[in-house]
């Protein structure tokens, strides 16, 4: 069974940064891993993602503030986020799109980021 742990959530103040990790357990070959992003009363959203060589792609709302790396080698996923603004207040979520014989998309449990002004 494949799981994703995330950890580095928590309370920031407008500007400042945080680091979410995800990690999937398992010995597991990962195409796509991404973060997304659910607020109160939105859908969620894809906020940045990355291919197992690296191409990274980021919604418009995180560009220049976000960046999402991975290490392949552990199954785990990044997310630097800077300059954090009231608007990204969200649960986040990882998510890891597994190929091979544990084919399917995973998700994370969740970890609340919250921006105060």
């Known amino acids: 069974q494949v799981q994703l742990v995330e950890s580095g959530g928590g309370l920031v103040q407008a500007g400042g940064s945080l680091r979410l990790s995800c990690a999937a357990s398992g010995s597991i070959v990962i195409s796509i891993m991404g973060w997304y992003r659910q607020a109160p009363g939105k859908q969620r959203e894809l906020v940045a993602s990355?291919?197992?060589?690296?191409?990274?792609d980021y919604s418009d709302s995180v560009k220049g503030r976000f960046t999402i790396s991975r290490d392949n080698a552990k199954n785990t996923v990044y997310l630097q986020m800077n300059s954090l603004k009231p608007e990204d207040t969200a649960v986040y979520y990882c998510n890891a799109n597994v190929v091979g014989k544990d084919r399917g998309t995973y998700w994370g449990q969740g970890t609340q980021v919250t921006v105060s002004s």
């Open positions: 990355i291919t197992s060589r690296a191409t990274t």
